[in-house]
Structures are given as C-alpha cells and as structure tokens.
C-alpha cells in the first residue's frame, strides 16, 4: 500500500464542525506532498486553500466521491509536525478554528501574492544532469520553469540535499526606497583638470577638490560629504556642474539590522545572577521540561541572564526563542543580542514590512539563524531543535492575542516547552499574580534577583499629592516639586522622562453649556480631539471629524476640548521651560515606520531634555543621562472598570521608575496622584512586590476574580440592540442549564464599550474553578452558533483567560 490520501484542513470559515477532509493525492504528487504543505483543494463550489495535517493510505468515502488535490503550493512543507499538533491543542484552547490556529503559524506573507524562486546553493556541478540546464546563465530561476518542465521530483531532492533554495519574492508596490547619493568621478585625471580650472579664491571649492581626489570613484552620502570636508551643497554643486562628481539614486535594502553593532562579551555575574543560570542551565542539561520565574528588580540584569542562556544552549546546538513586548523591541534591546550572537539572530517586529517580516521567517525555517528575538507571534518560530524559550516581561498583555485564535504567548511557550523538553523562563521586575502565585506554589520555579547588577541604589520616589496643589492653589498639571525638579536637570544638563498615563486621559470635546461630548458615530466612545489637524478622532473605528464650531445638541459655541492629552502637556512644558528641547512619543508621532527608533535614538544622542509620552515610554528606555522620571498622573489607570487595574498601575509604575538612574547618576522619580493613599501607588515606591502581591491577592480573593478563579467571557454582537441583547441571554439560558452549580454565570450586561462599530455588544462572564465541562460546552456553543445564529447576523467570541473584561 502506498500514501494516497491527505487529510486536508479547509480554510473555510464559518463551517459549524471544525475537522479535515479527505482528498486523494494525484500520483505526480506522491512523494511531492508531505505533512504541512499548503495545497489547492475544491470544497463545494470553490477552489480554497488547505493544509495537509496527515497521509495516509486509505480513506471510508467511497472512490466515486473523493476529490484530488487540484494543486500543490508548497514543495517543501511550510509547518513542521510539531505546529500541526500545537494547532491542534490550540484549536481546543482557545476554542478557535484550526485553520486560524495554522494561519497564525506563518507569516503573512505566504497570504500575500508571491514569486517562487529558486537559487543556487553550490556549485553548479554538484548539481543533478537535469538541473544543471537553469542555472547555466543564472543563479536564481523561477520555479515555474521546473514546474512547466515536470522536473519537481528532482527540484525536491536537491532542496532537501540544500543544493538549492526556494525563495518566495512578495510583491509589494513602493517597497523599495531610494536614496541620493553623490558619485564623485573615476578618473583623476579629470579631477585635477577641473582642480586646475578653479580659481583660488574659491577656496572651498578647492578643498572638496583635493578631498575628491583622495576619493576617486567614491559613493557616498551628500550629508557624510559636507561634514568630513566642512563645505556645503552649493560648493559641491558647482563642482557637480563642472564634472567632478553626480547625484545618483541608490536603492536600499531595508535590513532591519542596518546599524552596525559592536561585540560584547559575557559578563561577570552577580553571585545572584550565577545562582539563577545555574538553576537554568542544570535543567538544560537534563533536558528537563521546566518553567522558571525569574523575578528580578529594574536593573537587575535579568537580560544577561537570559544571554548567558542563550550562549550555553547555542553551544549545545539548540536554538532559542526570546519574547518580548513590541512596545519594548527598540534597537537597544535587539542590539544588546546581536551583538553578543551577531548573524545569528533573527528580529521579528510588526514595524517590518510584510516582505522583511518573511525575509526573517525564512532565515528561521532555513535553519541560517539560530536565536529569535520577537514580539508575540515569534513563539511560533519554525525552529526544530529549542534550546531554551525566554518571554521577557511576562505580565505584559500585548502577550495575549485579541483576535482568533485568542492565544496567550505564555501557555504556548510551556507547551513548546515541553514538547522540547527544554526550560522556559519568565522574566519580570512585576510578575502578573497569576505566574507569581503558580511559582509560590512551585508549578514555576522562583529565581530572583534583588539587587541591581551594579548595586546601583533604586532612584529616590517621591509622591506629590495633588490635591494638596489644588489647596495650594496651583491648577497646573505640574505639581510645585515637579517644576522644581524638571528645572534642576535642566541646569545640570541632565535629562528628564516625563510619563503620561494616557488611559482615560485623553482629552474630548464637551459643550460647556448642555454637557455634550462628542461621540463616535459607530461606537460607543468619545472622539479624541487631535490639536495638529483640529480633528476628534474615534481611536476604536478611525471615524473622524472637524471639530464643529458650535455644539450639535444645542448650537451652543462654547464647546472646547478638555483633559490632557501629550500635546498639551508639550504646550504647558514649553510655557514653564521656553528653551527646554522636548521630545514627544505617542500614536501620533509614532506613525511612521522607525519614528519610534529615531525618536529614541535621537534622546539618547543628547538631542532633547525631556522626552514626554505615553505608555511607549515605559519600557527599554536605558540612557544613562536619565535622571528624572516624572508620572503626571499615576491613578488614571487606578479607575478603570478591570479587576486588574491596581496590578496595572502598581507594574506601569515600577516600570517608569526604573528608567531612572540606571547607571552611575542617582535618579530620582516624582509620582503625582490624587490617591496616594492607594496601596497600588504606596507600594509602586520602594518596588515592594511582595507585600503588593499579598495585598491584590486578598482582594482577589474576595471578589472571586483570578487567580482563584478562571474566567471565560462569552460576547454577543448584532446591529440590532434587542437581537443583541436577546442572544446574550440565550448564551447564558444555555450556560446555566448545561454547566455544573458551581461555576458562576454572570449576565448577560452590556459589555464596556456597548457598541463598537455600529455592532451592540452584551456579554456574560464565566467564573469557575474546576469544570471539567467546560470546553465541551462552550464548543456546543459554537456550532449552535456556527449552525445557526450566524446567519441571523450574530457574532459571537468567547475568550479564555480575557486580559479584558
Ligand atoms: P533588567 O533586564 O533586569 O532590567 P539589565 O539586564 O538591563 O536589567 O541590566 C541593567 C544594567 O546592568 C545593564 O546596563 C547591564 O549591562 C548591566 N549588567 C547586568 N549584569 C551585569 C553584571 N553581571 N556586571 C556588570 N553589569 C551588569
Ligand atoms: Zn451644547
Ligand atoms: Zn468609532
């Protein structure tokens, strides 16, 4: 018996029962097909995209019935078998489709319109007779030449053997970028006729003549120009003109890695650091599946810890993957590994384009880099041999994905790690309770480091209350100390972060006289005024709009925007410090691809005294001119309607804190607040974790809220507010008669944001501890839903473990 059918995962959405489907393999793909191959596949009417997840040589739907595979995408297969078993435990786990489990594996370019390419990799006379032919004027051919040729068989054999490469170029329209350069001329001897034609008086001109001449032939930049021969663009102009040089146009290449970096070594480790790798190389050694914690303050050095593991499992053969939050993926931060692994690490970032992200995808899957660096969706690295899997910052949220399949980077980590039997760690100075309260119940093993790798002391907090200024009579949104702090660094040319904790601080438009805010039209939300183009923007849907001169309730033309947005924080800085070279960083000048990096770049060069921002610049930030960290207001957060909201605030400002005098300058941080007394605030000032831990413990004990508890949040969306709302109690009529009595059914409420969208939103929350029916049931749920209430115009999601309720 020969494999003749493959079981095929259908990328058909929307189908109440989630499973494959049989197709029989056309004998010219026989050996071409394997497990995780894309295919071409007719369901019903069309032609859709499937995966391969099992071949096997039989089949119970009669031969009369059974389809053939109408193509074969991929010749060499894009998931190993290890992604198509995590698919399946995430199709279960997350209660999503396994085609979105599979779809969430790869990078977006291989949804993308693309070519296949194939290189050379050898010399050409390693090659097989048939071959040779392709690559006799060329070392890249494409792959349609060996289709038409009917020579895949061979094509396969000489990529597994790597005498050849696929290479799939994405087709992307202004991707590429070019550059002016000045090309100065490659002949001397025209360069010093035209030397010998200018007359001395112009003396620059002769300068950037001589220089030339020492650079025959040279491209470079105009600006690197200018400097190095300290004359300008109208005198290399007039040389241009005489035929010294010319501006050409150059293409670039974005390599994410365009910066060259420096080499460093290990270090020496702290005795609280060596105790930690040892624990993690121990069970590197025997390979032993466990997950670590490893608690360490700011500025600890848990990055060299993470480091120094990475070394010893690349010197093992193994490769690792490293998480860490996009908003913390800064330059500094992916440096600090190229330059200890150099090309052997591979970054993945969403500031890449769709093209770069699959260049780095594919460096991974081809085996040419060996260490991951990446936000979220890099756990899902095609690496086949890990070593070690390091999520840095592990409390963070970014970590959980918000859409299908609604994955936590965390759970699929252990997975990972266990189906490798290597170590994971999890690295934070604020463990989420949930990872602390496993470690205190040694399912995680707790490292910590306590003390920073330099001993340097934590800065000095102090925490204003605001309502004392108000007494005071200062209605500023800087408090007395602050002012006087901000203009202390600025005497002694130190600089100054200046946080803004822009949840629920963003500034709306509100009638002073019949108390209208602006509203989003399609959701449930105020618009935020935006002061650069005098627009109010819904940040959820992108509608947006002038701000109307009188109000649209009352005509009424005292209607002005208020709160706080940076914009104005910049305004009121300026008004207070007019020579003060302030910085800003938030969604709005962060639009652009790298304006984070240079933004960054540019403070650390010295080129600003304060930088001001949001939540951006809470993590990564590591200069050491840093000596001031200001929180504008640290309880916005404290008032949002999560029960995480305390956890939130007491993280964000131990984060902030410690971008404070990270090296040889003490640093000093100033938190504004009007609820100094909250313990989130008190406790957030001398980075007293535990007792903050035991205290938010106790609170969630009392509520019932995680980690005693799980949750699961069912949502219910519809056009219509009553279809809506109608649903939302079916789930939960539903729920309640097929879950046991002790889970907790909370609902049907509107959900936080009502409508989103022109969509009415009711949810139900789901508090359990153990119910072993759980999955069952909820799954039961989707194929009612998928079977019937979708045509109704309902859409439901249910997510495990929300970060957000
Ligand atoms: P964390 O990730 O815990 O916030 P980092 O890894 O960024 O801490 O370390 C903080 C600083 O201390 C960095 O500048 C780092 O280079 C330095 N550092 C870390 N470990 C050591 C060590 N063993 N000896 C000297 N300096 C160290
Ligand atoms: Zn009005
Ligand atoms: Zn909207």
């Given at each position: 018996m020969t494999i003749s059918v493959a079981e095929v995962i259908v990328?058909?959405?929307?189908?109440?029962v989630d499973r494959s489907f049989d197709y029989l393999i056309p004998d010219e793909m026989v050996s071409l097909i394997e497990l995780g191959s894309r295919v071409k596949v007719q369901f019903g009417p069309r032609n859709v995209l499937g995966f391969v997840v099992a071949l096997k040589?039989?089949?119970?739907?009669p031969s009369e019935k059974i389809k053939p595979?109408?193509?074969?995408?991929?010749?060499?297969?894009?998931?190993t078998s290890e992604m198509l078993q995590l698919a399946k435990w995430l199709k279960h786990e997350t209660i999503c489709f396994e085609i979105d489990a599979l779809q969430v594996m790869l990078p977006s370019a291989l949804r993308a319109k693309y070519e296949k390419f194939i290189s050379l990799?050898?010399?050409?006379?390693?090659?097989p007779e048939v071959l040779k032919p392709f690559f006799s004027q060329t070392s890249k051919v494409n792959y349609k030449d060996f289709e038409k040729n009917n020579l895949l068989h061979p094509l396969k054999t000489a990529l597994k053997q790597k005498l050849v490469v696929l290479e799939n170029v994405v087709k992307q329209k202004g991707q590429i970028k070019e550059v002016r350069k000045v090309q100065i001329a490659d002949n001397t001897e025209i360069l010093r006729d035209i030397s010998n034609q200018i007359?001395?008086?112009a003396k620059k001109q002769k300068v950037l003549i001589e220089w030339m001449m020492q650079h025959v032939g040279e491209t470079m930049d105009p600006d690197t120009l200018y400097k190095e021969t300290n004359t300008s663009s109208a005198v290399l102009q007039a040389l241009i003109e005489l035929g010294a040089a010319k501006f050409i146009q150059e293409e670039v290449y974005?390599?994410?890695?365009s910066k060259e970096v420096g080499h460093t070594k290990s270090l020496n480790l702290t005795e609280e650091q060596s105790t930690a790798l040892q624990k993690i190389t121990t069970a590197m050694e025997n390979h032993q599946t466990e997950t670590f914690?490893?608690?360490?303050?700011?500025?600890?050095g848990k990055t060299e810890v993470y480091l120094q593991a990475i070394s010893k499992c690349l010197n093992d053969g193994k490769e690792a993957i490293v998480l860490v939050p996009e908003i913390s993926l800064t330059p500094q931060m992916t440096e600090r590994f190229r330059s200890r692994f150099g090309e052997l690490v591979a970054v993945m970032h969403s500031g890449l384009s769709v093209g770069e992200k699959y260049d780095e995808w594919r460096k991974v899957h081809q085996g040419k880099v060996k260490v991951v660096v990446g936000?979220?969706?890099?756990?899902?690295?095609?690496?086949?041999?890990?070593?070690i899997i390091i999520l840095d910052?592990?409390?963070?949220?970014?970590?959980?994905?918000?859409?299908?399949?609604?994955?936590h980077a965390r759970d699929v980590a252990i997975w990972r790690g266990e189906y490798h039997k290597c170590p994971v760690i999890l690295g934070s100075a604020t463990p989420s309770l949930e990872s602390y309260a496993r470690a205190k119940k040694n399912v995680y093993s707790l490292l910590t480091l306590k003390e920073r790798a330099m001993k340097q002391a934590l800065p000095t907090v102090h925490i204003v209350d605001l309502r004392e200024e108000l007494k005071k009579g200062?209605?500023?949104?800087?408090s007395q100390e602050l002012l006087e702090s901000i203009e202390s660094r600025l005497n002694k040319k130190e600089q100054t972060v200046l946080f803004l904790n822009r949840r629920g601080y963003s500034s709306f438009v509100l009638c002073r006289d019949c108390g209208t805010v602006l509203q989003c039209q399609n959701c449930d939300i105020s618009l935020t005024y935006h002061r650069s183009n005098e627009k109010c923007k819904c940040h959820y849907c992108g509608y947006e709009i002038y701000?109307?001169?009188?109000?649209?309730?009352?005509?009424?033309?005292h209607i002005r925007f208020f709160g706080t947005g940076t914009q104005k924080v910049e305004e009121e800085l300026y008004k207070f410090f007019p020579h003060a070279r302030v910085l800003r960083m938030d969604v709005d000048t962060t639009k652009t691809k790298g304006s984070h990096e240079q933004i960054l770049e540019a403070f650390g060069e010295g080129k600003a005294d304060i930088l001001l921002g949001t939540?951006?610049?809470?993590?990564?930030?590591?200069?050491?001119?840093?000596?001031l960290v200001g929180v504008l207001s640290a309880d916005t957060s404290l008032?949002?309607?999560?029960?995480r909201s305390a956890e939130k605030t007491f993280q964000l400002l131990t984060q902030v804190s410690g971008?404070?005098?990270?090296?040889e300058k003490k640093g000093e941080v100033v938190i504004q607040t009007y609820?100094?007394?909250?313990y989130a605030i008190e406790l957030s000032k001398d980075q007293f974790y535990e007792p903050f831990y035991e205290r938010e413990m106790m609170m969630r004990h009392q509520a019932g809220y995680p980690p005693y508890y799980y949750l699961a949040l069912v949502q219910v969306s519809h056009e219509d507010v009553m279809m809506a709302a109608d649903y939302a109690q079916k789930c939960v009529e539903w729920l309640r008669s097929n879950l046991s009595f002790n889970v907790s059914i909370i609902g049907p409420t509107a959900a936080g944001?009502?409508?989103l969208q022109n969509r009415y939103r009711y949810q139900c929350l789901i508090k359990y501890?153990?119910?072993?029916e759980l999955i069952p049931t909820l799954m039961q749920l989707i194929k009612l839903y998928r079977s019937e209430w979708i045509k109704k115009g309902i859409l439901l999601s249910i997510d495990l473990d929300p970060t957000m309720i």
């Amino acid at each position: 018996m020969t494999i003749s059918v493959a079981e095929v995962i259908v990328d058909v959405a929307a189908y109440p029962v989630d499973r494959s489907f049989d197709y029989l393999i056309p004998d010219e793909m026989v050996s071409l097909i394997e497990l995780g191959s894309r295919v071409k596949v007719q369901f019903g009417p069309r032609n859709v995209l499937g995966f391969v997840v099992a071949l096997k040589e039989e089949t119970d739907i009669p031969s009369e019935k059974i389809k053939p595979i109408s193509q074969l995408l991929d010749i060499e297969p894009v998931l190993t078998s290890e992604m198509l078993q995590l698919a399946k435990w995430l199709k279960h786990e997350t209660i999503c489709f396994e085609i979105d489990a599979l779809q969430v594996m790869l990078p977006s370019a291989l949804r993308a319109k693309y070519e296949k390419f194939i290189s050379l990799e050898t010399d050409i006379d390693n090659l097989p007779e048939v071959l040779k032919p392709f690559f006799s004027q060329t070392s890249k051919v494409n792959y349609k030449d060996f289709e038409k040729n009917n020579l895949l068989h061979p094509l396969k054999t000489a990529l597994k053997q790597k005498l050849v490469v696929l290479e799939n170029v994405v087709k992307q329209k202004g991707q590429i970028k070019e550059v002016r350069k000045v090309q100065i001329a490659d002949n001397t001897e025209i360069l010093r006729d035209i030397s010998n034609q200018i007359s001395n008086r112009a003396k620059k001109q002769k300068v950037l003549i001589e220089w030339m001449m020492q650079h025959v032939g040279e491209t470079m930049d105009p600006d690197t120009l200018y400097k190095e021969t300290n004359t300008s663009s109208a005198v290399l102009q007039a040389l241009i003109e005489l035929g010294a040089a010319k501006f050409i146009q150059e293409e670039v290449y974005r390599d994410p890695f365009s910066k060259e970096v420096g080499h460093t070594k290990s270090l020496n480790l702290t005795e609280e650091q060596s105790t930690a790798l040892q624990k993690i190389t121990t069970a590197m050694e025997n390979h032993q599946t466990e997950t670590f914690l490893l608690h360490g303050i700011t500025g600890s050095g848990k990055t060299e810890v993470y480091l120094q593991a990475i070394s010893k499992c690349l010197n093992d053969g193994k490769e690792a993957i490293v998480l860490v939050p996009e908003i913390s993926l800064t330059p500094q931060m992916t440096e600090r590994f190229r330059s200890r692994f150099g090309e052997l690490v591979a970054v993945m970032h969403s500031g890449l384009s769709v093209g770069e992200k699959y260049d780095e995808w594919r460096k991974v899957h081809q085996g040419k880099v060996k260490v991951v660096v990446g936000a979220r969706s890099a756990i899902f690295a095609p690496f086949e041999n890990v070593g070690i899997i390091i999520l840095d910052e592990e409390h963070e949220s970014t970590y959980k994905q918000e859409d299908n399949p609604r994955y936590h980077a965390r759970d699929v980590a252990i997975w990972r790690g266990e189906y490798h039997k290597c170590p994971v760690i999890l690295g934070s100075a604020t463990p989420s309770l949930e990872s602390y309260a496993r470690a205190k119940k040694n399912v995680y093993s707790l490292l910590t480091l306590k003390e920073r790798a330099m001993k340097q002391a934590l800065p000095t907090v102090h925490i204003v209350d605001l309502r004392e200024e108000l007494k005071k009579g200062n209605r500023s949104m800087f408090s007395q100390e602050l002012l006087e702090s901000i203009e202390s660094r600025l005497n002694k040319k130190e600089q100054t972060v200046l946080f803004l904790n822009r949840r629920g601080y963003s500034s709306f438009v509100l009638c002073r006289d019949c108390g209208t805010v602006l509203q989003c039209q399609n959701c449930d939300i105020s618009l935020t005024y935006h002061r650069s183009n005098e627009k109010c923007k819904c940040h959820y849907c992108g509608y947006e709009i002038y701000v109307p001169k009188t109000c649209p309730q009352c005509q009424s033309e005292h209607i002005r925007f208020f709160g706080t947005g940076t914009q104005k924080v910049e305004e009121e800085l300026y008004k207070f410090f007019p020579h003060a070279r302030v910085l800003r960083m938030d969604v709005d000048t962060t639009k652009t691809k790298g304006s984070h990096e240079q933004i960054l770049e540019a403070f650390g060069e010295g080129k600003a005294d304060i930088l001001l921002g949001t939540q951006m610049i809470a993590k990564g930030l590591d200069y050491p001119n840093i000596t001031l960290v200001g929180v504008l207001s640290a309880d916005t957060s404290l008032h949002l309607p999560d029960f995480r909201s305390a956890e939130k605030t007491f993280q964000l400002l131990t984060q902030v804190s410690g971008r404070a005098g990270r090296h040889e300058k003490k640093g000093e941080v100033v938190i504004q607040t009007y609820t100094p007394e909250h313990y989130a605030i008190e406790l957030s000032k001398d980075q007293f974790y535990e007792p903050f831990y035991e205290r938010e413990m106790m609170m969630r004990h009392q509520a019932g809220y995680p980690p005693y508890y799980y949750l699961a949040l069912v949502q219910v969306s519809h056009e219509d507010v009553m279809m809506a709302a109608d649903y939302a109690q079916k789930c939960v009529e539903w729920l309640r008669s097929n879950l046991s009595f002790n889970v907790s059914i909370i609902g049907p409420t509107a959900a936080g944001i009502s409508r989103l969208q022109n969509r009415y939103r009711y949810q139900c929350l789901i508090k359990y501890k153990i119910e072993p029916e759980l999955i069952p049931t909820l799954m039961q749920l989707i194929k009612l839903y998928r079977s019937e209430w979708i045509k109704k115009g309902i859409l439901l999601s249910i997510d495990l473990d929300p970060t957000m309720i």
